[in-house]
């Protein structure tokens, strides 16, 4: 026993027998823990447990005194395996340490791939060189030397393309911007939804555009996104010189507050231009948003300003809005007032027909209505806005009445907006006292009608776990 125990390899033997099992089953054991956690090093520990103990135990027993005769060629062989696998695992930690583990907006985190990608196959060159160098004695001073000829002339070669592309880099490098920002160059505009060291790739809305990095860094562009303001979307509208300023600064900044997609942190804003011009200025929760927002207020606007008597791009007529489609329109909603056609007729004076366009928000909660519309065509939901979003109560249609509240000038609750192109005729508040004082029914039928609405109301509220405020409520 005790010959055995004085031989040589005996004790690295028993170390392997032993010391290689409880080393598996260690890796084995940290590498699950560490995928549970979703830790990036996990494969790093598993490349060590399945290839670098196993050859350093095998290396271990085959480099022993009396293993083989002579030098021997597999000694040389494993040992030069196991110093590959040691320069990939060090390579991958000092990667894993140093890159994957940085602080977001680090120069760690913002150091470009490719630099990481050309460091690491350098230290990969030269371990296998040094390698060599040091196993199997060979000379690798040649190969140093013949690979800094090939680099020189290679550079030479590609001068201008390799100088290109390393200004794209440190443009990457200085990280004027990232993934999800929107840039705007002279003739491109999109959301950055790629960066790599050739190229950034623009999501214009239409189609992703390839912008070569270099291109960039030599040029110049806006970074929309790493603005302190909200971006704004603008435009310019001109109106007939006779309209006051001031109502039409009034009617741009209304529609504008009624675009769904604007910022809640500014306020929509215009300036007077010459020559009865003026910018509106809308800022937008996202510069994605801005061809949106613009084709909805373009088209609003048109509607609004007809609905005031306000002129846009100068046209003064309106060949929809005719006495006689408004007497029409009387003789129809002359039964919902209980009146006969030719009172009905009489109250020309002061109605007048208005038309939405689809989206249009035409009664809103705190608002006290001054009027009444009847829907001569087209649909209207109504609704109630609440913290959990907006839940829509019923849908108007032809001969509902919008702004029941008039007539009690008590501030509503609900908001209605138009789902499609809407025409209503339009009564005052004071003709409607008129027509009351005349058929009290109306009055009855007015109340009737919001009683209806607000059961409707709270049995929506209630479907989605809301409930009214206690106290009065009026419905539009």
């Known amino acids: 026993m005790a010959d055995i125990v004085s031989q040589p390899w005996f004790w690295p033997a028993v170390i392997v027998s032993v010391g290689l099992p409880l080393a598996l089953i260690g890796l084995t054991e940290m590498y699950n823990a560490m995928s549970r956690r979703g830790s990036r090093a996990a494969p790093i520990v598993l490349m060590v447990r399945n290839y670098l103990v196993p050859v350093a135990g095998v290396l271990v027993l085959i480099s022993q005194p009396g293993a083989w005769e002579g ?23 000092i990667n894993h340490l140093v890159f994957h583990r940085a602080e977001k907006g680090s120069w760690r985190d913002r150091f470009p791939t490719i630099f990481s990608d050309l460091i690491r196959f350098v230290f990969i060159v030269v371990g296998i060189a040094l390698l060599f160098w040091w196993v199997w004695g060979a000379d690798v001073a040649g190969i140093f030397a013949a690979l800094g000829v090939t680099s020189i002339v290679v550079g030479l070669a590609l001068q201008n393309a ?17 993934l999800g920002d929107w840039i705007e ?16 790739h623009l999501d214009s809305g239409n189609g992703i555009i390839v912008i070569p990095t270099s291109e960039l860094a030599e040029g110049s562009f806006t970074n929309l996104s790493r603005s302190p303001e909200p971006y704004a979307a603008e435009r310019e509208f001109t109106f007939a010189t006779d309209d006051p300023p001031a109502r039409v600064r009034a009617l741009l900044v209304d529609v504008a507050r009624d675009i769904p997609l604007i ?7 215009v300036s007077t231009l010459d020559g009865a011009k003026y910018r509106v200025s809308i800022p937008l929760q996202s510069p994605s948003d801005k061809e949106a927002v613009l084709d909805a207020f373009s088209t609003r606007i048109w509607y609004a300003a007809r609905r005031v008597d306000l002129h846009l791009d100068g046209d003064v007529t309106d060949e929809w809005n005719t006495p006689g489609r408004l007497q029409d329109a009387l003789h129809e909603i002359a039964p919902i007032l209980s009146l006969r056609p030719v009172d009905a007729e009489a109250l020309a004076a002061s109605a007048r027909l208005e038309r939405f366009c689809q989206g249009e928000v035409i009664l809103r ?8 519309r009847f829907i001569l065509s087209g649909r209207v939901i109504l609704g109630v806005p609440t913290e959990s979003g907006f839940i829509q109560v019923t849908e108007l249609s032809r001969h509902d009445a919008v702004g029941l509240t008039a007539l009690t000038r008590t501030q509503t609750i609900s908001r209605a907006i138009a789902l499609t192109e809407l025409e ?3 009564v005052p508040v004071h003709l409607l006292d008129d027509v009351v004082r005349q058929h009290p029914v109306l009055a009855r039928e007015i109340v009737r009608e919001n009683d209806n609405r607000v059961r409707l109301a709270r049995s929506a509220l209630a479907a989605v776990g809301e409930h009214l405020a206690p106290g009065r409520n009026v419905f539009g």
């Open 71 to 93: 030098e021997g060629t597999w000694p040389k062989v494993v040992t030069t395996i196991f110093g590959l696998l040691v320069i990939l695992v060090v390579i991958n930690a």
């Open 365 to 372: 909660p705190g608002m006290v209505p001054t009027a009444t």
């Open 185 to 200: 160059t002279a003739d491109y505009r999109g959301q950055i939804v790629e960066v790599n060291w050739r190229a950034v």
């Open 162 to 178: 390799v100088g290109s592309v390393v200004s794209g880099l440190f443009l990457i490098f200085e990280a004027p911007f990232q």
């Open 263 to 269: 910022s809640p942190d500014r306020d929509p804003s």
């Open 424 to 426: 209503v005729i339009t």
